[in-house]
């Protein structure tokens, strides 16, 4: 019979919040060709020119929202594995595409433990390169270059699950009890190229100004059509109407063009328009982490009360809700699909 164990994969932080850790972090993800896609010379230049710039600003940042027992996307993710473990008899590791614990770690760590499949389940509601292959490719080269007679079975991004989409309203509903003005869905941004890069039909995303509206094979891998599928799904199950709600897309780098409407832009646009008081959820984040504690947490809430809002109401992420990690037990014993 075979053996499964279960990898739980997601970003990774910086070991601290010293600035010397956060260059460290920031050039391996910065450098990986999945998340600047320009050739290595360019890749470079233009890492080393962001290196310079924004560690120090970085490393504030993240020392702003640093728990005691570390980053909270890692602490979060380790309560998750163990939260996962308890509840299953297949071994369950964490690891985390940049910084530690690695994927390397990660998959030597279920060998060890005789595991001849590894359930790979990157912790992404939607697809984007810069997330979910980038993670695979890393895993695929760790088993080849240790040649591990192991089999690996991707879970793939799971904005269409049913165990999802129950974890995330049932996690969210008691935030909508209180009266609100408006719901804003911020999802992380992406460049549009990448958007472009990732459909394989080469003439859906970006083509028309509603692509995401029109059904599309593109769409198996479209990030933000998954984005917008997960926003639809979500607002019908809270019974909201199209005006008390919209779509937005933060943490953008470089000058490159990102997928829009920028969260930023749609924050005051929402204060001009009277909303007092805002409900902001993340749902391209499963647990907390700098981009939904200090950029919407701290900054953009700053800023909408800058604007002329009240109230900035942040749901967190699924984090270790027990419904959340139902689900993730009940996808490591049934999942069937390799990818
Ligand atoms: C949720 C999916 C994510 C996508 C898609 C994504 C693409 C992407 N990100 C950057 C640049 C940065 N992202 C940073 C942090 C960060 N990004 C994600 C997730 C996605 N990124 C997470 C979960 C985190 C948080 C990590 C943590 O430690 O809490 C950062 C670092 C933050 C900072 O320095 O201010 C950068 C930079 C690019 C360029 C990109 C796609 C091309
Ligand atoms: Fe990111
Ligand atoms: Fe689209």
Redesign the pocket.
């Given at each position: 019979m075979s053996s499964r164990g279960v990898l739980l994969v997601?970003?990774?932080?910086?070991e601290s919040t010293e600035v010397a850790d956060?260059k460290r972090y920031?050039n391996q993800?910065?450098m990986d060709p999945y998340?600047?896609d320009l050739p290595w010379p360019a890749r470079r230049l233009l890492v080393s020119l962001i290196l310079w710039l924004?560690p120090k600003?970085?490393a504030e940042?993240?020392a702003s929202i640093w728990w005691d027992e570390g980053?909270?996307?890692i602490v979060i993710s380790r309560r998750v594995q163990q939260a996962v473990q308890a509840q299953l008899d297949m071994p369950v590791e964490l690891a985390m595409r940049y910084a530690e614990p690695s994927i390397e770690r990660g998959i030597l760590a279920l060998a060890r433990q005789g595991v001849d499949e590894i359930l790979f389940m990157p912790q992404?509601p939607?697809h984007?390169d810069?997330?979910i292959t980038t993670s695979v490719k890393e895993a695929e080269r760790v088993i080849q270059e240790h040649r591990l007679p192991i089999r690996l079975t991707v879970v793939p991004a799971f904005y269409q699950r049913e165990e999802y989409m129950d974890a995330l309203v049932a996690s969210a509903r008691e935030y909508f009890e209180q009266p609100f003005d408006h719901l804003l869905l911020s999802?992380?941004?992406?460049?549009e190229r990448?958007l472009k890069k990732a459909d394989p039909t080469g003439q859906h995303c970006l083509q028309f100004p509603d692509c995401c509206e029109r059904p599309s094979p593109a769409h198996a891998t479209c990030?933000r059509a998954q984005c917008t599928a997960v926003s639809k799904a979500f607002v019908k199950r809270m019974g909201l109407n199209d005006d008390q709600w919209s779509q937005a897309f933060q943490?953008r780098?470089?000058k490159d063009k990102w997928i829009e409407p920028y969260t930023d832009a749609r924050v005051d646009e929402l204060a001009a328009q009277g909303v007092k008081r805002l409900i902001v959820m993340c749902p391209?984040?499963v647990?907390d982490?700098?981009?939904t504690l200090e950029e919407i947490g701290d900054q953009v809430r700053e800023q909408f009360i800058a604007a002329g809002g009240e109230e900035l109401v942040l749901v967190p992420c699924l984090n270790d809700h027990p419904q959340w990690v139902e689900a993730l037990v009940q996808w490591s014993r049934t999942e069937p699909e390799a990818v």
């Open positions: 997601n970003l990774g932080s910086p956060v920031l993800f910065l998340v600047i924004r600003k970085s940042a993240y980053s909270p996307l992404y939607q984007a810069s997330t999802y992380h941004g992406l460049p990448h990030y943490s780098l470089g391209a984040f647990a982490c700098i981009e």
